[in-house]
């Protein structure tokens, strides 16, 4: 059974830096294409940021580029996302993805707030 577990959240002040974790046990981490959403109060799970397998391609919101940053170790089966310069507007609920296969997997998500 694959299981994903979201750390790093908090309340940040504008223009602060967090990084999300997101341990993966279970599986073949390495193999899996892996992907941050995020959910604010009020609106729908969107995609933020997306990594391929051997993280050799990446993809961004276009309101998070040049501020976001995903990553993945494949050694510590652990998905990151390093947010820059924070907005209020980033405040929501983080969750992390994998995919392997057609099978998605979802953990149950961070809390992100931005103080102004």
């Known amino acids: 059974q694959v299981r994903l577990v979201e750390s790093g959240g908090g309340l940040v002040q504008v223009g602060g830096s967090l990084r999300l974790s997101c341990g993966v046990s279970g599986g073949t981490f390495s193999t899996y294409v892996m992907a941050w959403f995020r959910q604010a109060p009020g609106k729908e799970r969107a995609l933020v940021a997306a990594?391929?397998?051997?993280?050799?391609?990446?993809y961004y919101a276009d309101s998070v580029k040049g501020r976001f940053t995903i990553s993945k170790d494949n050694a510590k089966n652990t998905l990151y996302l390093q947010i820059n310069n924070l907005k209020p507007e980033d405040t929501a609920v983080y969750y992390c993805?994998?995919?392997?296969?057609?099978?998605?997997?979802w953990g149950q998500g961070t809390q992100v707030s931005i103080s102004s």
């Open positions: 990594i391929n397998w051997n993280g050799s391609s990446t």
């Open positions: 993805r994998a995919e392997d296969r057609g099978k998605v997997y």
